[in-house]
């Protein structure tokens, strides 16, 4: 019996230091915020394109302070959104079976999934990469 009691707490402390806390954090380098500004921008390109409604963009800018850096030129950013627009742009019809009394299926697509894909990916990540390096390189 008393090694169950001995037992039980040291299971605690155990499982409390394995728990590890998520790694997100609001605050980066400068690097970092720069290549998540880049592709932020592509992710507000996609979703306007595929959204195209100006009242996202109105509600973004009253609540929102959109870019958290302002060391983006506009043709960095217009670079990025035109990577954005390409994802809305070469998006597929989705393959969904509509029945009787669903047309509103129809016109609908997966918009805001895959401009997340798209922020989230290594082919986007390498692209801001890619610039941060040239814009590095330019401003020597």
Request: glycine share 4%.
């Amino acid at each position: 019996m008393k090694k169950y009691i001995l037992l039980i707490p040291l299971l605690g402390i155990i499982s409390c230091n394995t728990y590890k806390r998520d790694k997100f954090t609001y605050n980066q380098d400068n690097k970092q915020s720069w290549i998540d500004s880049y592709k932020y921008e592509a992710f507000y390109g996609c979703i306007n394109e595929g959204l195209e409604n100006d009242s996202l963009r109105i509600l973004l800018k009253n609540k929102d302070l959109l870019n958290s850096n302002l060391d983006l030129s506009f043709s960095i950013i217009d670079e990025a959104r035109s990577f954005g627009k390409k994802i809305i742009k070469n998006m597929p019809k989705p393959i969904i079976k509509i029945d009787k009394g669903d047309e509103s299926l129809k016109n609908k697509n997966f918009i805001s999934y895959n401009c997340l894909k798209y922020y989230a990916s290594k082919d986007l990540d390498s692209i801001a990469h890619k610039a941060y390096k040239d814009k590095v390189e330019n401003s020597k």
